[in-house]
Each structure stands twice: as C-alpha cells, then as structure tokens.
C-alpha cells in the first residue's frame, strides 16, 4: 500500500492540554506520527513517498477562505499580541460567540481564535498550520493516487482533521483531511464518494462540511454524543439537509462497546456505502477505539483493527485512508499496521 508521509507532520508540538482543570502534555503530539511511521517502515508493503509542497485545490473548496487566511496567519498574530518571541506559549481561545452573543469576528487575536474555535482543547502553535497544510496535501496526494488507479492509499496524516469544519478548529483538528480527500477524488471524476468515520468520536468536521451535499455521504460510528466529545452533533437523527438529506448516517454506540457491538455497526455502515452507489471511498480512521486508548471506554483490540480493514476492503472501493486520533502512543504504530495490513490482505 501506497503511503503518503511528511516530515512536515512533525512540526506542530502541543505543549499541553486542560484536564479537569489542569495541565497535563498534549496527548496530541509529533510522537504519534513517528511510532507509525515507523511500524509501517518495518512492516511489509507499505511504500512511502512525499506529497509536493503545495496547497491542493481542493482545500478552499471544503475551507472557508478567510478560515485559511487566518489559520495561515495566526501565530505571528498570536506572537506579536503576547511579546515574548519564541517563548510564546501555544495559542488558547477562552470565550465563544454562545447563544446570547452575536457573532460579529472581532478584530484582535484573541478575539478571532474565539471566533474560529470550537473549543480550548486545541493549542494552536507555531508550526500548526504547517503540520495541518502538510496533511491536507498527503491527503489530497493519497486521493491523486487512488483516482489515478491505485487500489488504496494511506496518508500518515497529524494532526488530525474530523472535527474542523468549513471555518472552525477544535478537536486537535484544523484542516479536514477527509473532507480534502473526498472533493479531491469528486474533482477527479468520481460522482458520489462516501466517507466512513471510524474515529472514536463523532466527525463533526466532516458531516457539517457534506451536510447539505448529495455528492459525498458521511457515516460516523462513534462514542455517543449524549456522553462522549463532540456533545452538539453526531446523533441517530442527523441524517443531512436539502439535497444532502439521507447522505448522512450516524450509529452512536454505548460507553464500553466492545467487538460485537462496533461490527454490527460496521456491517450497517458498509450497507449503506453499498446502496449508496458510492465510486470511491475515504476512511476517516481514528485508532482511538482501542481498549488501551486514554480517550476511549471502547473495547477495541489490535486484532479487531485488521477485521475492521478487512470489511471495509470488503466494499471493493478505490479507497484513501487517513489517520484521525489514537492516543494510547505506544501502541499506535501496532495498531495502524494491522488495520492497513488487514485492509490490504482482504
Ligand atoms: N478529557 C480526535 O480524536 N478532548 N480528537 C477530550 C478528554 C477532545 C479528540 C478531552 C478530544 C478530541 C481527532
Ligand atoms: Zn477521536
């Protein structure tokens, strides 16, 4: 399998993160990347080659454009605004345009990451848009390939995209890859792509974007929102608007899901990608359903990642793959290669 890799990936490094109240490191950090492209070098039949240093197309067709312009130039913004050059501490939102505010974008830094924020979970740092623009292009890389007759491929993307949408980040997110992969394949030829989210927390990023499209239907199976992160979207009833109505599926599962639960989900999501009449598919795979994954109550086990590849290879689509989260480090290479190895073997 073809595998799309940057080290332009390793740039953006969290510092830390809120838990409860407190500090703790960036579960969201370069490490991730290195673990899995590591594995996938020892491993066999992956090969790596870099995605061209460009800012795909396809990208302003899923952003907003002024999204991009200040995600582009957020952090000198940020670094003048607090005076202590390169000791600036990541970049941290800390109030949001609620229900009885209006949302007018302010005109000061910190006022516009309020604006563009959906939550304080994501430090935007200095090599933020770097590390999300060298995803996107791995991304839209990998879709290049799959559209030009490749089998699959899988772009070793970080940080993660799912939970961006047109003109937001959150969710240790900031560009969609997914989204970027789906409209480049679209761009490409493909008339219906289907997108299937296999993170552990609903892709909100990815369903706002497709919402109201008819073009890319967007399945998510996911920790329910009732309890888990994102909270405001990814319920059973959300099934897509105007034209986009029934191009949009959500099967939340309960805290503790384990094999049997998630399969019969997969099978439900495999179906609908089937009777959709979808060209081309994006998994949108997050590893953090793993039993030893710090975010996740799933129950989900190495072996289960490759039974996973393998259903989804079973849908018989020229098919991009890209990283979402997985946040148990030590384990994430290993999990990563099962699942393509085990989509690869099907
Ligand atoms: N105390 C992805 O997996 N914060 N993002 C959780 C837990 C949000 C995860 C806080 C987690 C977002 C791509
Ligand atoms: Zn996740």
């Avoid at 073809?2 to 409860?20: C, D, F, N, Q, W």
């Avoid at 370069?30 to 061209?52: K, M, S, W, Y």
């Amino acid at each position: 399998m073809r595998v799309l890799y940057t080290p332009g990936v390793l740039i953006h490094a969290p510092r830390s993160e809120m838990k409860h109240g407190t500090m703790i490191p960036a579960r969201e950090c370069p490490a991730r990347a290195v673990i899995v492209r590591d594995a996938l070098t020892q491993g066999q039949g992956f090969h790596f080659e870099e995605p061209p240093g460009t800012v795909p197309p396809a990208l302003g067709r899923v952003h907003d454009r002024d999204y991009l312009e200040f995600l582009q130039t957020a952090w000198p913004r940020w670094q003048a605004h607090i005076g202590q050059g390169d000791d600036t501490p990541d970049a941290f939102p800390l109030i949001f345009p609620v229900r009885t505010l209006n949302e007018t974008r302010p005109k000061a830094i910190d006022g516009e990451l309020s604006y563009y924020a959906m939550d304080t979970g994501t430090p935007l740092t200095a090599g933020a848009w770097e590390s999300a623009l060298a995803s996107a292009s791995s991304a839209a890389e990998a879709a290049h390939r799959v559209a030009g007759g490749e089998r699959a491929a899988f772009a070793l993307t970080r940080p993660p995209g799912h939970h961006a949408a047109a003109g937001k980040f959150g969710g240790y997110c900031f560009l969609n890859n997914a989204a970027v992969a789906a409209q480049t394949l679209l761009d490409a030829g493909a008339d219906k792509v289907a997108i299937l989210d296999l993170d552990y927390h609903h892709g909100n990023g990815t369903q706002s974007i497709f919402q109201a499209r008819g073009d890319v239907l967007v399945v998510n199976i996911h920790a329910d929102p009732d309890f888990e992160f994102p909270f405001f979207l990814g319920r059973a009833d959300e099934t897509g608007e105007g034209p986009g109505e029934g191009a949009t599926l959500n099967l939340p599962l309960a805290r503790g899901t384990g094999w049997s639960g998630y399969a019969e989900a997969l099978e439900r999501a495999c179906a609908a990608i089937a009777a959709f009449g979808a060209e081309a598919l994006v998994l949108s795979w997050g590893f953090d359903t793993y039993e030893g994954d710090p975010l996740s109550t799933f129950k989900i086990a190495r072996d289960d990642f490759a039974r996973m590849g393998e259903r989804a290879a079973g849908l018989g689509l020229p098919s991009v793959i890209v990283l979402e989260g997985g946040y148990a480090t030590a384990s994430l290479g290993g999990n990563v290669a099962a699942g393509l190895s085990g989509f690869a073997g099907a």
